[in-house]
């Protein structure tokens, strides 16, 4: 290990901080939609900006998903390693919240109507 | 001559059959963190970093290339070979040009590498998919830095308890 790997290395983890600072700050938008998946298959779209809980039966259990103020997060999880309901609550476009076990995918996307640059590129 | 040039032969087989089982292995492994998708160590990496010391650029290309080949060929489909392709290029070509400057140790150029390999991924990613994808970013730069540390410091290790000779 020289001096020059702790600078470039060092360099990188800077790198990416600014990378996630400059998303951060000039990029993520709030989100619209709260879309649930469960295995690939949609399961629920719901609006981000009314309080609701859903129940999500799951592959191998239940997942429930907590809306409220403009926020979403998983509240239990019946699966034994709690990943999800750890998860800090989400928010903004493109931020997910993962269930493997259960394969329930909570993702934050726009609102269906919205013909953003997103709508475009895809 | 003869007998120094059957015995690379068989130590560049050897490598590539090593790269090809590893990238193999590695698909095996349940992923490291699930909230990143394509968070790999990048196991084969180390033979192509190994094959860059020890038998030399042009090599380690052909390695490379191979590996993507067989690996894509074998367990994949076209999509897989563009990612893995574009990955492992850009992956090769960075850690060749910081191995050439000489001022960087192993773990630098293979850190470097590891970096390069996401967002050469990326990039690909970025065409096929969308912008969205930019919110990995981050979190790419910094999983490849790990991988690439880890690949780093085996490699040193290896490269110090080989024969020097070995591919003489």
Known sequence: MK?????????????????????????????????????????????????????????DGINILVIENGTARISYADCPDQLCALHKPISKNGESIICLPNRVVVEIKKAPSSKGLDAIAN | MKKQQSKKVAL?????????ILSYVESLLPPLITAIPGMKIGLANLVIVVCLYLLGSKEAFILTFFRVLLVAFTFGNFTMLLFSAAGAVVSFFVMFLLKTTRKFSTIGVSCAGGVAHNL?????????????????????????????????????????????????
């Open chain 1, 3 to 59: 001096k020059n790997d702790i600078l470039l290395i060092s360099g990188f983890l800077v790198t990416a901080l600014l990378l996630y600072g400059i998303y951060h700050f000039f990029f993520a938008q709030n989100g619209a939609t709260v879309v649930v998946t469960v295995d690939g298959n949609e399961y629920a779209s719901l609006s981000l900006s009314s309080d609701t809980t859903l129940e999500i039966q799951g592959i």
């Open chain 2, 12 to 20: 560049f087989g050897m490598m590539i059959a090593l790269a090809f």
């Open chain 2, 120 to 168: 050469g991924q990326i990039t690909v990613a970025f065409f096929v998919l969308g912008a969205s994808l930019l919110y990995y970013l981050p979190f790419l730069f910094i999983s490849g830095c790990i991988s690439g540390i880890l690949i780093g410091i085996a490699g040193s290790i290896l490269l110090k308890h080989l024969p020097k000779n070995m591919a003489d």
